[in-house]
């Protein structure tokens, strides 16, 4: 007996899983060769030694367990992802399975798809009728980066944006008018001979959101505490902000903001509620002629008060203190505390001035 | 077999309860040889319970080619092989006899009778462990559960050639890893 066919055919006897022929066959086998009736022997006795090994028995009555579990299963659509039953290969991926689970589940709650595709919606109106890109003369020269100062830090921000975005850049002189066409676009391809520097990228922006590794979603925006006043040219330039976070210990980030908080220009301005075109970001904005200027402080709980009370203490120089809190927490992981924070890092507040180039008008009673 | 397939048919009819039968008739056969397929109790009770659920829910599918037991198993070896995949065995049937289930039925042997059954069974089901997952399922099919081949084969999805090579080679893989404990 030398072959595996032989030993199989042994086992098999033993099994009684044989036909007649084969059956014959072993038999003649076991009749001329000792070996193999030996073989049969310890097969016979390892068969023995599993057979009687001591019975599991689950001591418990799973029938009503499992009823309910199908039930809750089936109520509650909590079936997670678990194997289909008898399936030719366990564990293959389907693709038409998956797809049916998925527009079961639709067909069961419709109502799932109705946000996503209202999101959607508006994202592809906003796209098409950006007014900005459709009507010229909508908005004049205080909306459009076209419009801004060609000197000074504002003006190139606004480049470094357009670069970033790869627009083609555009330095027109002050007030002139810029045919719709020729006017940078945050949703401009980019030009081959135009190469941003990284760091531009990251800290003053442009619209190509792959460019920007590892920034936050545009949904985690949501999760920014943003104050909102309006202040005067004079007051920005003296930066009088800063005796409010001086007084409360507010750490206020000297990095450009986008840069600190890995935005584009467009998603800070979606943040703050302004225009783009508006925009200047960082502390140090004396020097330009920015419509608006963002600046990011860190607070401790109980702080965002304080520099709500303090620009309101200051009525001549800023008013309409607003604050807008976030729906949800921010979605990414927190970043490190900014630099010569005093206060544990709690939360970060985006605070957005819009500048009044005329003399802010005293509030009624003061 | 047929009063399965009634009982299958009056489930499907609404009557739910049905099933309980089902799971009562088949729950320890089941429990015993997924223990010793997957070598700890915990595991097994929570793969047996599974396999009855999932089951429950896709007994539609069941179109009565073969016997609901062989299903329900071929169920539960799904479940297993995923469980698998997924965690790692926490607690071995030798150590698990008190956490879960009861303690394997063992007749009124004599003390001593006693402890050298348990001993050569301690030995046996570590010699099971031992064997790769394929040649511990058909052993455990054919010697422990009793299934022909056919049955096997239908379970596994394996030709019936296939299960009588695979099964040869387990139990020789088995008698090296108990040669000590068969000369006793």
């Known amino acids: 007996m030398k072959n595996q066919s032989d030993h199989e055919l042994l086992s098999a006897y033993l099994d009684g899983e044989l036909d007649a022929a084969e059956r014959a066959r072993a038999e003649r086998l ?8 030996q073989l049969l022997d310890e097969l016979r006795a390892l068969g023995s030694t599993l057979q009687s090994l ?33 399936p030719a290969e366990p564990g293959r991926f389907r693709p038409r399975a998956l797809g049916r689970k998925i527009a079961d589940r639709i067909k069961d709650n419709p109502r799932m798809v109705v946000w996503p595709l209202i999101v959607l919606t508006v994202a592809a109106l906003l796209m098409v009728f950006d007014p900005d890109r459709r009507d010229p003369g909508r908005g004049g020269g205080d909306r459009n980066i076209a419009m801004l100062p060609q000197d000074g830090k504002s003006a190139g921000k606004a480049e470094g944006a357009d670069r970033a975005a790869g627009a083609k850049i555009i330095a027109p002189k002050e007030g002139e008018y810029v045919k719709p066409e020729d006017r940078p676009s945050m949703s401009a391809v980019k030009s081959p001979d135009v190469v941003p520097n990284p760091s531009q990228l990251v800290a003053k922006g442009g619209g190509d959101a792959a460019e920007t590794p ?6 985690s925006l949501a999760g920014l505490v943003v104050i909102q006043c309006q202040a005067s040219r ?69 702080q965002i008060a304080k520099i709500l009370d303090g620009l309101k203490a200051m009525p001549d120089k800023f008013h309409e203190v607003s604050i807008r809190t976030p ?18 890092a709690a939360k970060r507040v985006l605070v957005v001035f819009r500048v009044l180039d005329a003399a802010l008008p005293m509030p009624a009673g003061k | ?11 499907l009819k609404g009557r739910t309860a049905a099933f309980e039968n089902l799971v009562r008739k088949y729950q320890d056969r089941l429990f015993n040889s997924v223990a010793y397929m997957v070598g700890n109790v915990e595991d097994a009770r929570d793969i047996v319970q599974e396999a ?30 995923t469980e698998r995949r997924r965690k790692r065995p926490k607690i071995s049937v030798e150590r698990g006899r008190d956490r ?48 022909r081949y056919e049955t096997i084969a239908e379970i596994l999805g394996l030709p019936i050639g296939t299960i009588r090579s695979r099964l040869h080679r387990a139990r020789l893989e088995l008698r090296e890893e108990l040669k000590n404990a068969l000369i006793d």
Request: charged residues 30%; hydrophobic residues 40%.
């Open chain 2, 100 to 147: 879960t289930g009861r303690e394997p039925i063992d007749g009124q042997p004599g003390p001593a009778e006693r402890v050298e059954r348990e001993e050569r069974g301690r030995r046996v089901r570590q010699g099971l462990s031992q064997l790769s997952e394929e040649h511990r399922a058909v052993l455990v099919l054919r010697e422990i559960d009793g299934c």
């Open chain 1, 234 to 302: 004079e007051a920005l330039e003296k930066r009088e902000y800063r005796k409010v976070f001086d007084e409360n210990d507010i750490a206020l980030s000297e990095q450009p903001v986008g840069e600190v908080l890995r935005m584009t220009p467009a998603e800070l301005a979606s943040a703050a509620g302004v225009d783009v075109a508006e925009l200047d970001v960082g502390p140090h904005a004396a020097d330009a002629k920015p419509k608006a200027t963002i600046l990011l402080v860190e607070v401790a709980p109980g």
């Open chain 1, 327 to 344: 729906r949800t927490p921010p979605s990414h992981s927190p970043a490190p505390p900014l630099p010569g924070a005093k206060a544990p």
């Open chain 1, 54 to 86: 001591p019975r599991h028995e689950l001591g418990e009555d799973l029938s009503e367990t499992v009823l309910q579990s199908a039930a809750r299963r089936k109520a509650n659509e909590i079936d997670a992802p678990r194997p289909v039953p008898a």
């Open chain 1, 30 to 37: 076991l009749a001329d060769n000792p070996s193999a009736g």
């Open chain 1, 214 to 219: 590892d920034r936050p979603s545009a949904a």
């Open chain 2, 52 to 81: 009855f659920v999932q089951a429950f829910l896709n007994l539609r599918t069941f179109q009565g080619t073969s016997a609901f037991y062989t299903w329900l198993y071929r169920i539960a070896f799904n479940v297993a092989a």
């Open chain 2, 1 to 11: 077999m047929s009063d399965d397939l009634e009982l299958i048919a009056e489930i």
